[in-house]
């Protein structure tokens, strides 16, 4: 059993290694936190980042192990000049509560709706990345009177039959939860979560030790385990055509985990739709092309949606 200043000494080396990422983002970033559903009693707090102002953006991070928010440190400085860009880490990531819970497209589509109600937004142009797709997918469906805008990232369960979870990425978060590990991370990272593995700088490797440190927090297992991969189940396209909001695809041209070829079939099915795909970059489009991407997706969101 951890002693009390134990634990007390990795909260410590935890914030200051999020602080010291946060600091490299490069705009004001506030860490705030809200209290909001109640699960079994409990209130539940959700963690997140806020910086800039103006029209309300939304990023919903991954689902690589650990880390949460954080995740889009490329991404919120230049969006923030523009935009005030709300980034929360989900239930079961970053420093968000980690309860008992189901922690499917339905469970997250549930909290991110309580989310939003608490904090006071009726309208958000919504950014998911990977699993955060496939639950921004799931939210658009659920609550499409939320979101002015859709933005899906490399993303995560669309289309009945076109994906399934690779072989190499349930080994990768098999290990990471029963033994978390920057160099397992590293490596991972450097094969398939970016093109070109030079790319990799020190801001990278700090979030990939920062989501081991929330992994060995109490619970931060639970989202894997619980959750079972449940979270990325495909949507079936006919579902997909059900989305009328403007919705922008973004694709890492090389992303050999979830290919450029799902994206080009959700297109097929989705109304009022466009795809960008960025050469020389994989998963992590926006770590491999950070100012590619960052323009895409400025030029998208600046667009006049009136007819929404």
Same mark, same amino acid.
């Given at each position: 059993?951890?002693?009390?200043?134990?634990?007390?000494?990795?909260?410590?080396?935890?914030?200051?290694?999020?602080?010291? @990422?946060?600091?490299? $983002?490069?705009?004001?970033? +506030?860490?705030? &936190?809200?209290?909001?559903?109640?699960?079994?009693?409990?209130r539940i707090k959700t963690s997140y980042l806020s910086a800039g102002a103006g029209k309300p953006i939304l990023l919903l991070h991954g689902g690589d192990?650990?880390?949460?928010?954080?995740?889009?440190?490329?991404? @919120?400085?230049?969006?923030?000049?523009?935009?005030?860009? $709300?980034?929360?880490?989900?239930?079961?990531?970053?420093?968000?509560?980690?309860?008992?819970?189901?922690?499917?497209?339905?469970?997250?589509?549930?909290?991110?709706?309580?989310?939003?109600?608490?904090?006071?937004?009726?309208?958000?142009?919504?950014?998911?990345?990977?699993?955060?797709?496939? @639950?921004? &997918?799931?939210?658009?469906?659920?609550?499409?009177?939320?979101?002015?805008?859709?933005?899906?990232? /490399?993303?995560?369960?669309?289309? +009945?039959?076109?994906?399934?979870?690779?072989?190499? @990425?349930?080994?990768?978060?098999?290990?990471? /939860?029963?033994?978390? &590990?920057?160099?397992?991370?590293?490596?991972?990272?450097?094969?398939?979560?970016?093109?070109?593995?030079?790319?990799?700088?020190?801001?990278?490797?700090?979030?990939?030790?920062?989501?081991?440190?929330? $992994?060995?927090?109490?619970?931060?297992?639970?989202?894997?385990?619980?959750?079972?991969?449940?979270?990325?189940?495909?949507?079936?396209? +006919?579902?997909?055509?059900?989305?009328?909001?403007?919705?922008?695809?973004v694709w890492g041209e090389e992303d050999i985990n979830f290919p450029p070829a799902i994206a080009r079939l959700a297109m097929k099915m989705m109304k009022?739709?466009?795809?960008?795909?960025?050469?020389?970059?994989?998963? /992590?489009?926006?770590?491999?092309?950070?100012?590619?991407? /960052?323009?895409?997706?400025?030029?998208?969101?600046? +667009?006049?949606?009136?007819?929404?």
């Amino acid at each position: 059993m951890l002693t009390s200043s134990y634990k007390d000494w990795l909260l410590m080396k935890r914030i200051a290694l999020l602080q010291k @990422i946060v600091k490299q $983002i490069g705009v004001p970033v +506030e860490h705030l &936190s809200v209290q909001g559903a109640t699960i079994k009693g409990r209130r539940i707090k959700t963690s997140y980042l806020s910086a800039g102002a103006g029209k309300p953006i939304l990023l919903l991070h991954g689902g690589d192990a650990g880390a949460g928010s954080i995740r889009w440190y490329p991404v @919120i400085g230049p969006l923030s000049t523009c935009f005030r860009v $709300i980034v929360p880490d989900m239930l079961g990531y970053g420093e968000s509560d980690k309860p008992f819970a189901s922690y499917d497209r339905s469970f997250f589509s549930a909290w991110l709706k309580n989310y939003l109600d608490t904090l006071g937004l009726k309208k958000v142009s919504l950014v998911g990345h990977s699993v955060g797709g496939a @639950i921004a &997918s799931q939210f658009t469906l659920d609550h499409p009177e939320y979101i002015e805008q859709l933005v899906l990232v /490399n993303a995560a369960g669309l289309g +009945e039959g076109t994906q399934r979870i690779p072989a190499r @990425i349930k080994v990768r978060m098999i290990w990471q /939860n029963l033994f978390p &590990s920057c160099a397992a991370s590293r490596w991972f990272l450097e094969h398939y979560g970016l093109f070109n593995a030079r790319m990799i700088n020190e801001t990278m490797l700090d979030i990939e030790e920062y989501g081991c440190e929330v $992994i060995r927090m109490s619970g931060g297992r639970r989202v894997f385990w619980l959750g079972r991969g449940r979270v990325i189940d495909p949507i079936p396209l +006919e579902r997909l055509g059900q989305i009328t909001q403007p919705t922008l695809l973004v694709w890492g041209e090389e992303d050999i985990n979830f290919p450029p070829a799902i994206a080009r079939l959700a297109m097929k099915m989705m109304k009022d739709t466009q795809l960008c795909l960025i050469p020389r970059a994989g998963h /992590n489009c926006f770590y491999d092309q950070p100012d590619m991407f /960052n323009d895409i997706l400025k030029r998208f969101l600046m +667009e006049d949606n009136s007819r929404v």
